[in-house]
């Protein structure tokens, strides 16, 4: 089938693209890229950890797939928690985060795609996984990307020696290393024949991060968790209707989106930069310093029988340890401030975690056409509200849109790229005005997300840009 897959990392697009080759549809496709992922991008998403599908397919409604994790702790909780703060240097910045067994939400990941592929998939499910475990088991070099993150998150995959040997080969990896992970593509092998998460998965998170351990997640919250399928938001702008997850982050997209698309438009740049600045401060987050990265990433994809998948993945840091024998490194969405305002392990047990995470589709007059989402924490939504407004409001093409400066806001601080612009100063000082802190990005850079982006354009044809901020790729099929 023709389409075209953008994905963080060339062997994700690759594995997608594979698909569509053998006749999947972009649903199969956004799936086998997904776990091709958790090999080639193995600190930005894991099955350990949660995310959201927003799709549309011919002849169904749009709907949106959500399979992020909830509060543990349905089952009681350890008198203490393996749960402790641990400092990771971002260079500009130094932030605290919380890791540990105790820091480890349920994971959805392999129930929401299991629950994707049940319900929208073409294609057997091992087909979907081949891809994947021929990388786990051949490995992936290292890329420079996927090298930096390594050195980021390092102080959090040193707390245990087998989450270095299993993921890292032992020591810290440079560019051009070769990394696989074998354990992860038997788990593959048993999802692919069961069509669900294999028991040893199962037993193994409840045996290194149950109340024994100084964990939270126990039998009922696994048997708890179901991906919760429903219809997306939707608002339309002249031929675009855009559907966004009815989650919090999708919420705060479409939010700015709508605030963009209802204030008006500049021939300034400056005054234009301070509009998306302002927009994106509707987003209304409660912290004023540099988070961080964020384990994030997407895979977009289009194809020409008319369907879409957006599909947004995460571990947050990721809590230091993995599920004994499996090669999964597993989240720690309870240590991250920013999912938990109200205070670590404050949620009630069962509720789902809030997540700014917003993969998007878009319909253009009654064709899925659009495919977008990226990764980046609290900055998802001002990259992805941005995109979406310059692509259907604007009518730049996503090329465009994805390659455009970035503005992001927060109370009274505001983080901007410069590059491309052809006045920065002039951008610079008119923030000022408005915001008690102006940080500069000489060039586009990691910290504003990864929005990859597949589209059909007004004739028919496929096309698609990943996001050079991330290291992004896009791959089309013939």
């Known amino acids: 089938m023709a389409g075209v897959v953008a994905a963080g990392a060339a062997q994700t697009a690759e594995a997608g693209a594979e698909i569509l080759r053998c006749g999947g549809n972009a649903v199969d496709a956004a799936i086998a890229g997904a776990v091709a992922a958790f090999v080639a991008e193995p600190l930005l998403a894991s099955a350990g950890g949660g995310g959201i599908m927003t799709l549309a397919m011919p002849g169904q409604e749009p709907a949106s797939i959500d399979f992020f994790s909830h509060m543990p702790g349905l089952g009681g909780r350890a008198a203490e928690l393996d749960f402790f703060a641990i400092d990771i240097d971002f260079g500009p910045v130094t932030q605290e985060f919380h890791i540990g067994r105790g820091s480890a939400a349920v994971p959805g990941i392999l129930p929401g795609l299991a629950e994707a592929h049940r319900r929208y998939g073409s294609l057997p499910l091992a087909d979907l996984m081949a891809p994947a475990i021929r990388l786990a088991n051949q490995g992936v070099e290292v890329s420079a990307e996927v090298a930096h993150v390594f050195d980021l998150i390092w102080p959090i995959l040193a707390v245990d020696r087998d989450t270095v040997r299993v993921l890292a080969g032992g020591r810290r990896p440079e560019p051009g290393d070769r990394l696989g992970n074998p354990e992860f593509g038997e788990v593959l092998r048993e999802f692919a024949a069961l069509g669900r998460t294999p028991d040893r998965v199962v037993e193994g998170l409840l045996d290194e991060f149950g109340p024994a351990r100084g964990g939270m997640i126990t039998e009922s919250d696994i048997a708890a968790f179901k991906p919760k399928v429903g219809p997306p ?33 500049s021939s300034e740049e400056r005054v234009e930069v301070l509009r998306y600045a302002r927009a994106s401060r509707a987003g209304h987050a409660e912290r004023k310093h540099f988070t961080a990265p964020g384990s994030t990433t997407h895979i977009s994809v289009v194809d020409t029988e008319r369907g879409a998948a957006s599909v947004t993945l995460t571990n947050g840091e990721g809590c230091g340890y993995l599920i004994p024998g499996t090669g999964i490194a597993v989240n720690n969405f309870l240590g991250e401030a920013d999912l938990n305002p109200a205070g670590f392990h404050s949620h009630e047990p ?56 970035r503005v992001h806001a927060e109370d009274d601080a505001v983080w901007v790229e410069l590059e491309g612009m052809s006045d920065p100063e002039a951008v610079v000082a008119r923030l000022a005005g408005d915001f008690v802190d102006v940080h500069r990005f000489a060039r586009r850079d990691f910290f504003f997300g990864g929005v990859h982006a597949a589209a059909l354009d007004e004739s028919g044809s496929p096309h698609g840009i990943g996001d050079s901020r991330r290291g992004g790729v896009s791959l089309c099929s013939f």
């Open 233 to 265: 938001r939707v608002d339309t702008y002249g031929d675009w209707s855009v559907y966004l997850p009815a989650t919090p982050g999708g919420g705060v997209t479409m939010t700015i989106l709508h605030d963009l698309a209802q204030s008006a438009q």
């Open 350 to 405: 069962g509720v789902r975690l809030p997540t700014m995470v917003a993969p998007c589709v878009g319909v253009r007059h009654g064709v899925p056409a659009l495919a977008l989402g990226s990764g980046g924490s609290n900055r998802i939504r001002s990259a992805v509200g941005g995109v979406l407004y310059r692509v259907v409001v604007v009518g730049q093409s996503i090329e465009e849109a994805v390659r455009a400066p």
